[in-house]
């Protein structure tokens, strides 16, 4: 069998197509087509940006512009993770960061005042941009935008940040671990510094104070909405929202226990929270009356299973009404433990 008699059997019917084949290719051509030009011709959504905005992005855009034809430059420095050139071996390491001992306000600090803080000239540039382009800093997290501002830099030069808004007044940032702001002008002088020298004795003063604060908050289980919950250490949005269902299909709890049952709530979340939780003395649980409440009434109960309530349904039929709670032990599901837990719910009559 010659070559061409194999290509005729074998590859040459795989090309050829029917009439409704061929339309549909086209068809598909055609719709792929209009699938990649038809969002050249919808008219673009314009956003409008704050001033601010706009002036971050520029002056991020001339950077980045500028770190691109440094990387290009055959000339780059490297360093290595002592801070001595990689190229150069010989050359000294790189100067530590230069600390800044008066408060400065990055919307009006001069070029002194930059070159004092140690950040890179290259980042100053940055920030002058962006103040050039009518953007400002008002508050000391603002310079976190900056593109080109390392972590380590930002957190040597927060402590000294003082912003001078449009009424007079400063924005401290807070002080160093250690020290202490008076957060007022006098006499158009900058805040007086108070220095702690024992480290240790500040702690404990505001370890103490934390504590104070925990001891005489306390938080009443059965009045406290989702937004009391998520106030507590360890509770987000969900479990908040856990917590007040659980306790509105308690018909409320009569123990602080009872919090800890809550699903997805962590023991060592819950131990942590307990010393602040209350329940009132003279808090009173919606009563379920046992010998009238229907199934569908019974089930809706956190600690009855569809099971049980049918199984008390049915008892309640054979045997007549329950005169005590002791009465529910004759039915199967039921023992002690959930006697005890379900018992401050029911109502006898």
Known sequence: MGVHSIFRKHILPFFVFSKGERNGIFFLLVLLNLVWVIPFCLPGKSISLPADELAMIDSARSAWVMDERQEASPYRVTETSDGKDAAFPGMPAKPALRKIYEPFDPNTASDETWAATGIPSRTVQTIKRYLEKGGRFRLP??????????????????????????????????????????????????PVRYDLTNEPAYKRIAENSVARRRETRTLDINQADSTDWESLPGIGPTLSRRIVQFRSGLGGFTSVAQVGEVYGLP???????????????????????????TMEALEKHPYISRKLAGLIVAYRKNHGPFLTAEDLLAIPLVDETLLNRLGPYLYFD
């Open 267 to 293: 023991d060592s979340v819950f131990r942590k929270i307990a010393p602040g939780l209350r329940l009132e003395a003279a808090a009173k649980p919606v009563m379920i009356d046992i010998n009238r409440a």
């Open 141 to 190: 997290d603002d310079l976190k935008k900056i593109y080109g501002l390392s972590e380590r830099d930002f957190l040597a030069i927060r402590p000294w940040i003082r912003i001078h808004s449009e009424g007079g007044s400063v924005e401290n940032p807070g002080s160093r671990p250690g020290h202490v702001d008076i957060r007022q002008k006098h006499q158009g002088r900058w």
